[in-house]
């Protein structure tokens, strides 16, 4: 059969993704400090977009809503305060016993505690890149712990509340009482954090922050905490009361000296704090005197334009060249497409909003404890949109409520099936049942992962023995042969 080439034509439907059609995901996945950003450009590129002049302020402050604002009012970090001055703690030693002891020179200590300058410490910038945050550092690390939804939320709360030195000033307790969650919780996921890299970071205090470096280096012995508890004495320079509170001999003393000094005191002003943007909600969650939930967009943070139609008219009279037709005529295109990009984009947003309060609204009752499972195709199904759709609109877009500030992706979690074929379980309920179950546990019957899987399923949840395992890993649990050794070894 011999080969030829010919013409035929055939009908066929396909999804092409024009350009006006790639702008608006774009836009729909684009942070609002992104989309501020694009808008701004578009504005300065299309002569026939303009700006729309607005008095209006956002519906949550036009109502007085202080609870939904709260979180933010209270996020910006204040000055420490120390009851001891780093400068002061220059004890009376010689400088040649300090030197043979190893310590590091006065003068770092001075400069470490004076302003927030840390420009004249060796090798500081060289070690931390300039362009990462101390928070997005810490949030990168919090990610690949691999803890649970209620943990993630509970480690982004403790972010926020962390100072440019790397302190966290915040109170467990009100955190917890915001959050709705244990203070218990509150308190073991700060333990957790303050393992992150620089060490130190997230303690609440100067001799907290330095007693985790020593920790590291394993050199927090009875002594050694004797001193760092008593900084005070050290700042007056009482070396003789020093050595009786600690029990050791001058030698010892100086040795131990040294090696506080040679700690940072300040393990997150390395990081770049200037340039941190202060995150901006998208929508605001309020309850209304109704009882029901209310959901509104943050007007300040979606950009209003226009496209000036009276311009228009204007200069396509004037123009002449088939050139600046056809330029006027893309200008008024784009413009028409971004303003109706724009709308489109504002109501997928409280579209998606609106759903996942109401999906999650025990939640906004009672606290983190209460999530539910929830996942994009639950949501997407709800509403008549893709799943992808609902993915680019959580990302990068925060709720704002009574309890804090929250990314929209932080609601969804996982469900575990249940038993008897009835509602699914949240996997971070799941995961509190199998810290109780080993938490009550006698001594005599250690559980092993089969056994707790077990027990969760008389009570009709329906899990896998590897799923338990990971659970128990994400929670810091050991295995029930480690268990049991630590058991018999007094530990």
Request: charged share 25%; proline share 4%.
């Amino acid at each position: 059969m011999a080969m030829i080439p010919r013409l035929e034509m055939r009908q066929g439907q396909a999804l092409v993704m024009t350009p006006q059609l790639q702008q608006a995901i774009k836009l729909l996945q684009l942070s609002n400090f992104e989309l501020q950003e694009f808008v701004e450009a578009e504005l300065e590129r299309n002569p026939l977009l303009e700006r729309e002049e607005t008095t209006e302020a956002p519906k949550a402050a036009e109502n007085g809503d202080a609870k939904a604002l709260d979180f933010e009012e209270n996020a910006t970090p204040q000055e420490p305060a120390l009851d001891v001055e780093i400068a002061d703690m220059t004890p009376d030693l010689s400088t040649s016993e300090l030197a043979e002891a190893g310590a590091a020179p006065l003068q770092d200590w001075s400069k470490a505690s004076a302003a927030k300058n840390f420009d004249d410490l060796p090798g500081l910038e060289e070690t931390l890149a300039s362009d990462i945050t101390l928070a997005e550092h810490l949030d990168a690390q919090l990610t690949e712990a691999g803890v649970s939804a209620t943990e993630r939320m509970i480690g982004a709360a403790l972010i926020d509340q962390i100072d440019d030195w790397g302190y966290m000033r915040g109170d467990v307790r009100e955190i917890a009482r915001q959050l709705g969650a244990e203070e218990a919780d509150v308190a073991r996921v700060l333990t957790l954090m303050q393992g992150f890299e620089p060490t130190g970071v997230m303690a609440r205090d100067i001799p907290e922050c330095l007693a985790l470096q020593l920790k590291e280096r394993s050199r927090f012995d009875p002594a050694m905490e004797k001193l760092i508890q008593n900084l005070d004495l050290l700042a007056k320079s009482q070396m003789e009361r020093l050595q009786v509170v600690c029990g050791v001999d001058r030698e010892d003393l100086i040795d131990m000296i040294a090696e506080v000094r040679a700690l940072t005191p300040k393990p997150g002003a390395g990081f770049g704090a200037g340039a941190t943007q202060t995150v901006a909600p998208d929508v605001y969650v309020r309850l209304g005197q109704d009882g029901a939930w209310h959901v509104e967009l943050n007007a300040d943070t979606m950009p209003r334009v226009l496209m000036n139609q009276r311009y228009y008219a204007t200069v396509s009279k004037g123009a002449v060249r088939e050139a600046d037709k056809l330029f006027l005529s893309e200008c008024a295109a784009n413009a028409s497409w971004l303003v109706k990009s724009l709308d489109q984009r504002a109501r997928t947003i409280l579209k998606v909003a609106r759903e996942i309060v109401r999906q999650q609204d025990a939640f906004f009752v009672h606290g983190v404890s209460q999530l539910r499972p929830l996942n994009l195709k639950t949501v997407a199904a709800a509403i008549e949109m893709h799943e992808s759709t609902v993915s680019r609109v959580t990302s990068n877009k925060y709720l704002s409520c009574a309890r804090g500030l929250f990314e929209l992706k932080y609601f969804f979690t996982a469900s575990i099936n249940a038993a008897d074929g009835g509602e699914a379980h949240s996997a971070e309920a799941v995961r509190h049942q199998i810290r109780g179950l080993i938490e009550s546990e006698a001594p005599e019957d250690i559980l092993s992962d089969d056994r707790i899987v077990e027990i969760l399923l008389e009570q009709g949840v329906d899990i896998a023995r590897r799923t338990v395992a990971k659970y128990r890993e994400s929670l810091r649990i050991p295995s029930s042969v480690e268990r049991k050794r630590k058991l018999a070894s007094g530990i």
